[in-house]
């Protein structure tokens, strides 16, 4: 039975984890899929997934129906369920509640549905910018849906302002949770700009509560009065689910920020009303009609000579990497919480592992619970993401039900941390691009680098340290990773790399705490620098004596040796995997020796958390 309890919050959260991780081959739908955003979604799982963000435990598949049950319970919700052949539920039909001039309005709805005028208009498009520019249909642009990730920017507090009024206005608080949005209709570069085809639902309320807080030196590409005005008129209305009209309009206003949170698009945003006009009527080949489109549209061929505010490079990056830098002393201590916390579930007298191999690690007694592969042991957690990739082709897998006990206090905590973590991570994320758009490479090099010297640097320096083997120097994580494992500073060698603004702006957008390196999150060490924290600059030449004997070529345990040493005089190292679980790494070992390693794991989470107090007065 579905706990009636899940809410449309949990079910969004399932959406968006569906969307980053997608689906198991075994949880594929086989008759029914919701429908949502324009994309569908296999039913039972979603509401499964939905149950374990309300619960922190997964229901069984087998303990409800895939069929009517979960059709109802989405339907009662507001969301479309459709199925095998296509159509829509007898029960979500009830659900559909039509706007009162919607049979008023036959003309419109025909310009608006035909497909021929949205063919007409990407013409039209070629034909006016397709001889300087490409205009791509369709085209995914890299930016995040989440207020929190325009922390410190320089339109943060006109974005909050919006979001706050549109959660105001009918109180709904979970319409944006997934992590970027979907294509724009078109985008045209050079000279870099998004064109919309907005159909009459755009015209809402809540568009209008957007438009109206909007600041006044935001340039946009069309005339925010006739929106109003056809917002007022129009008035649509769209009920599936409850907070569509909030979100549409929330992804509307990120579209028409692009320009200034967004280094991939140069030119103020352009919308088209694909109700205002016959647009298949029109002839691209004709300069009557090219113009009469231009006219109409509010289209030109130049481009914006609008010079968007922003202090000087300088003193913009310093403020820049001031604020990330203390974002990434906030993330280290929590970083190292996170950590804690998993050797907390895993100490937990409950826990048992999975009874059958998953992810490259082994099963029953001889299942690795820390040094694991890849670190899969830590991503299958309640601290990971929760799914690993299996290998072979296989997709990814999800511990069985049961392995990790009910403990509330615990998975309160671990959601706390997790949310504080993502948080920091999105302002770091902003803050990168930011620097990106100013032009300051240097530090944006230097901040992505120290981000990675506390999320898994530490961890080859003092644990990993003979992966000196592989100097790759291709892509942004590549780069990153052996500047560590060879002392590179990028501060300084960053132009030795040919890296595109676009390869550093995917990289950015898609930065994520607990996606790749997830080996150092299962051994270690926890580790918190004193002071207020060292770049790794700072160890750059410690890294280098690897490189060269005698270090190099040396046992692992001598070179573990020089690390600690090296970095117990700028670290309090709290916890050495390595000298503390010195029995062994398997389920097994750590079960013969549960009460000593409790003991440990709660003396570390002690001084954890007198360093946290003492720094973050938390």
């Known amino acids: 039975m579905i706990p009636k309890y899940v809410s449309n919050k949990h079910i969004l959260l399932a959406i968006e984890e569906i969307d980053g991780e997608g689906v198991p081959p075994r949880r594929v739908a086989r008759k029914f899929q919701l429908k949502y955003d324009k994309k569908l979604y296999p039913a039972k799982y979603v509401v499964g997934r939905a149950v374990y963000f309300a619960t922190g435990k997964e229901l069984n598949p ?12 989405l339907n009662s919700r507001g969301f479309i369920v459709i199925g095998s052949s296509g159509k829509i539920m007898q029960n979500a039909r009830r659900h559909f509640i039509p706007h009162p001039g919607f049979k008023k309005m036959p003309i419109e709805n025909h310009y608006e549905r035909c497909s021929e005028c949205k063919n007409r208009i990407h013409e039209m498009l070629r034909a006016i910018y397709g001889k300087h520019g490409v205009v791509r249909t369709e085209h995914k642009i890299a930016i995040s849906q989440r207020l929190e990730n325009y922390h410190g920017s320089l339109y943060y507090k006109a974005l909050s302002k919006i979001y706050k009024a549109l959660e105001e206005y009918r109180g709904h608080y979970s319409y944006a949770k997934k992590r970027t949005l979907n294509p724009s209709d078109v985008f045209i570069d050079p000279p870099g700009f998004i064109v919309e085809l907005d159909e009459s639902q755009h015209f809402t309320m809540p568009r209008m509560i957007a438009l109206e807080n909007y600041p006044a030196d935001l340039e946009i590409g069309y005339d925010r009065q006739a929106y109003l005005r056809r917002c007022r008129e129009l008035s649509r209305n769209d009920s599936r689910p409850a907070h569509r009209d909030e979100q549409r309009a929330w992804y509307d206003t990120l579209r028409d920020f692009a320009p200034v949170i967004s280094s991939t698009v140069k030119e103020p945003t352009k919308r088209i009303w694909l109700g205002g006009y016959k647009w298949c009527n029109l002839d691209p080949s004709s300069k009557k009609d090219i113009n009469k489109f231009k006219q109409i549209a509010g289209l030109s061929d130049h481009t914006s000579t609008k010079k968007y505010p922003q202090t000087s490079r300088s003193t913009k990056a310093i403020a820049l990497s001031e604020t990330a830098r203390r974002d990434i002393r906030f993330m280290e201590f929590y970083l190292q919480d996170i950590r804690l916390l998993y050797l907390r579930w895993i100490t937990d007298t409950g826990f048992r592992p999975p009874n059958t191999k998953l992810a490259g690690m082994e099963s029953k007694g001889l299942c690795e619970v820390i040094h694991s592969p890849n670190g899969n042991a830590f991503t299958l957690s309640p601290c990971g993401l929760g799914s690993a990739y299996s290998g072979g082709g296989k997709g990814s897998v999800k511990i069985p039900v049961g392995c990790y006990p009910n403990n509330v206090e615990l998975h309160e905590q671990t959601v706390q941390v997790k949310i504080e973590l993502t948080a920091a991570m999105g302002r770091v994320r902003n803050a990168l691009c930011a ?30 340290c003979s992966y000196l083997d592989k100097d790759k120097t291709s892509g942004v994580r590549g780069i990153l990773i052996n500047s560590l494992r060879f002392g590179r500073d990028l501060r300084e060698c960053h132009s030795d790399f040919r890296v595109s603004n676009e390869d550093l702006n995917k990289f950015i957008t898609y930065l994520r705490w607990n996606k790749y390196a997830c080996c150092s999150f299962d051994s270690g060490p926890v580790a918190i620098a004193r002071d207020n924290g060292f770049t790794f600059s700072d160890f750059a030449e410690h890294r280098r004596l690897f490189t060269t004997p005698p270090l190099l070529g040396a046992s692992l345990t001598k070179m573990r040796a020089y690390a600690k040493s090296a970095l117990s005089k700028h670290y309090d190292l709290i916890l050495c995997y390595d000298e503390s679980f010195a029995s062994g ?9 549960l009460d000593k390693y409790k003991a440990i794991v709660d003396d570390a989470y002690k001084r954890l958390y007198v360093y946290r107090s003492s720094s973050l007065g938390r």
Do not use: M, P
Request: aromatic share 18%; with cysteine; net charge negative.
């Open 62 to 73: 087998e303990l409800y129906s895939g069929g009517r049950e979960v059709n109802r319970f």
């Open 435 to 464: 620097l990106l758009n100013c032009g300051d490479r240097s530090s944006l090099w230097g901040l992505l680098q120290d981000l990675y010297w506390i999320k898994l640097g530490i961890h080859e320096f003092a644990f990993d």
């Open 585 to 593: 790494n398997t389920y097994s070992n750590w079960r013969s020796n």
